[in-house]
């Protein structure tokens, strides 16, 4: 078993006949089956098809020195992107604690099918190892865009629509507030964690996205300079630092658990900090799709 | 009005030389009263306040402040208040943390009264007959029969009409204080503040008169909300339920909350205070039970009166300035930048982690000369 899952793909194709692979594909389709603890049930996924989207880039930029909006471009999604329908539960989060290959939570949920919350970067990613080994599978935090593009029409551009005033710093921090102040006047004040589902689905099939739960994204702080005609003159990175996506993107420490003790004096903080996964897709995935278009049924 | 002292003949009188002196133990008292005070303690008949002009002054709620004058005109008049005492169930933050809350005028902190000194303040004070407790009411402004708390006692269902002279302007605190339960009634918000402006307003210290465009009341609370052995906040059916583990956990000196307004985030977001760039703000600030340093991130105090008595020159320039439990103080700060301000408890772990933290949103032009990013951050 483990020597076949060392296989790399180029090797398969070239030394093994369509037989073998068979053989093969049939192991690692039966794989993760067996590799589940009795109790885990495997995590609903939905598959997101590819395509392109039109999206606000994350990052601070600036242009000449003065900050601006991030660039909206088209982004294209070249893969399948396979994302858990549902955040991980603080039931599916106690198991890992159980095996001992996640921390303890500072103040355990009262119920399993509450999404998990109170959780860092660090404990989100403590999850997916531990759910990697488990399952056989690669599992992830997504991308920016990767949520982005799961998150479908609930994602929300949260651009200013203001061209940086060089002459007064102040009408963007304003506005920055200002749209947070709405924000939790309509109805962003709901704070209450709802079971699973409790914000229903999206035209992709993905529950709760953009609920009130924010999600760790694998994408580090960035900070981009352009010059006046838009060109990148530089970009720094800052992996301390993370993107949580839900009602509008904020930046976290890898470590806040509670982002109420993670705002700045200022700003707004996310009401909760959750997650979900994204599974890795890989030639194990492509295999049997291919095998199953070819072989008589 | 003082007729027969000459205000500089008081002044000149030393400890020392009362002590050296032989004078009668009345002629102390009277010398030893601050000169200004003289003017408002000249023996007033009954008639003679009967004459008074009367004013009926409604009360609005915090953080904003009825209409005034800052400088007086005319004598001294009666101004009539009147507040009535709701208990009832308030939520702390965002996570849904209840209370039971006595408050004067349904609010966290009660209203601001404004009057100038030499004034009648003549409170009506209703206890409605909702509520299940006795209150009463102690004007730090005011002399005599424990602020006016042993005169004040009324049941649900009952009123009672208090009348005092403002003779020291500032800004005062008030709160309930029924006997044996004191504490427990100024911690479930049961206090607001009085402004007894001089009347011919606010002075510099040194003359020059001080005005303000704008002002408003922030009332800072300590609140106790016992927890249940997991943790979590516990809930009552009734404060009389509630009473035994608050007394607990106020006991701890340990606040679950300590906000501005009565509310995590009270003065924020939609409720955020604002102002402009060349306005003058004025900002009382009261915390009837515990201490606090209030801070505005970005700005400063122009002139400060922390400990809020109006006699005393302001100080200039402050960073941050403290207010001890059991007082008012007043800020007075013209914007120079547009942008948000946070005013807080400089105890940072107060403002951030237990709520003492407000916002002011400013607008207007940005002055370059003050402050400028030469560089936007980059790589280095
Ligand atoms: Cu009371």
């Known amino acids: 078993m483990a020597t076949t899952l060392r296989l790399s793909l180029p090797t398969l194709t070239t030394s093994l006949g369509l037989v073998l692979l068979a053989g093969a594909a049939a192991l690692l389709l039966a794989a993760p089956a067996r590799r589940l603890a009795p109790d885990l049930p495997p995590p609903q996924t939905v598959l997101v098809r590819p395509g392109t989207m039109l999206h606000r880039l994350d990052g601070d930029y600036s242009r000449v020195g003065q900050p601006v909006d991030a660039p909206r471009q088209l982004v294209r999604i070249h893969r399948p992107l396979e994302i858990m329908r549902y955040q991980v539960t603080a039931a599916d989060y106690a198991r890992c604690i159980a095996a001992s290959a996640c921390k303890r939570l500072d103040q355990p949920a009262s119920r399993g099918d509450l999404p998990v919350t109170g959780v860092s970067l660090t404990d989100a990613s403590d999850y997916a190892a531990w759910l990697s080994r488990e399952t056989g599978a690669t599992w992830r935090l997504p991308s ?12 929300r551009d949260d651009a200013r629509g203001l061209d940086a005033d060089a002459a007064n710093p102040a009408l963007r921090w304003l506005a920055d507030y200002d749209r947070e102040a709405e924000r939790k006047a309509a109805g962003g004040n709901d704070v209450a964690l709802r079971p699973v589902g409790g914000f229903g689905l999206n035209e992709h099939g993905v529950a709760d996205i953009a609920g009130n739960i924010w999600e760790w994204t694998s994408t580090c702080l960035r900070r981009v300079s352009l010059d006046a005609a838009g060109r990148t003159l530089g970009e720094t990175s800052n992996c301390g630092i993370h993107v949580v996506e839900g009602q509008h993107r904020a930046m976290m420490t890898f470590f806040i658990r509670n982002p109420k003790s993670g705002g700045c004096s200022v700003g707004t903080p996310p ?27 | 009005m003082g007729q027969d002292r000459k205000p500089g003949e008081s002044l000149t009188l030393t400890r020392r030389s009362i002590l050296a002196g032989a004078a009668a133990t009345g002629a102390i008292a009277q010398a030893a009263a601050p000169a200004q005070a003289q003017a408002v303690m000249t023996k007033v008949t009954a008639e003679d306040i009967a004459k008074l002009p009367r004013v009926k002054q409604k009360l609005v709620d915090p953080p904003f402040v009825h209409p005034h004058e800052q400088i007086a005109t005319g004598g001294p008049k009666v101004i009539e208040f009147e507040m009535t005492i709701h208990e009832k169930k308030i939520v702390l933050d965002d996570a849904g943390t209840e209370t039971f809350a006595f408050t004067f005028n349904g609010t966290v902190p009660g209203p601001l009264m404004v009057v100038h000194e030499g004034d009648y303040v003549e409170l009506t004070l209703i206890n409605a007959d909702t509520n299940e407790l006795m ?12 602020g006016g708390g042993a005169l004040t006692e009324v049941s649900p269902g009952e009123r009672v009409v208090l009348r005092f002279k403002a003779t020291r302007p500032g800004v ?11 504490p427990w009634h100024v911690t479930a918000g049961m206090n607001g503040a009085l402004m007894v402006l001089p009347r011919d307003g606010l002075k510099d210290g040194q003359g020059k008169a001080l005005k303000y ?19 979590k906040f516990k809930r009552y059916a009734s404060p009389g339920d509630a009473h035994e583990d608050v007394v607990k956990a106020m006991r ?12 995590v985030g009270a003065l924020t977001g939609k409720n955020a205070l604002t102002s402009k760039v060349g306005e003058t703000v004025l900002v ?7 201490d606090t340093r209030p801070h505005l991130i970005g700005g400063h105090g122009d ?9 005393n020159p302001p100080e200039r320039d402050l960073e941050t300035w403290f207010i001890p439990g059991g007082c008012a103080g007043a800020a007075l700060y013209t914007f120079l930048q547009p942008g948000i301000y946070a005013y807080v408890n400089h105890n940072l772990i107060e403002a951030f982690e237990l709520g003492a933290a407000g916002h002011f949103k400013v607008e207007g032009q940005w002055n370059d000369d003050l402050m400028k990013q030469i560089k936007a951050p980059a790589g280095i």
Request: with cysteine; aromatic share 14%; proline share 6%.
């Open chain 1, 144 to 155: 920016d865009r990767e949520w982005a593009y799961a998150a479908g029409s609930r994602f």
């Open chain 1, 271 to 297: 009401d909760h900090l959750g997650f979900r996964l994204v599974r890795e897709r890989s030639w194990r995935d492509a295999v049997p799709e291919m095998l199953r278009r070819r072989l008589p049924a």
């Open chain 2, 135 to 146: 209150h009463n009411i102690d004007f730090h402004a005011s002399t005599g029969a424990l």
């Open chain 2, 172 to 182: 005062f605190v008030y709160h309930c204080a029924p006997p044996g339960m004191v």
């Open chain 2, 213 to 231: 465009d704008k002002v408003y009341y922030v009332g800072e609370q300590d609140f106790y909300v016992p927890r249940d052995e997991t943790g």
């Open chain 2, 252 to 263: 701890t000196l340990t606040p679950s909350h300590i906000v501005f307004n009565g509310k």
């Open chain 2, 284 to 290: 009382v600030h009261s915390q009837a039970n515990r």
């Open chain 2, 303 to 311: 002139y400060v009166w922390a400990t809020g008595k109006f006699r």
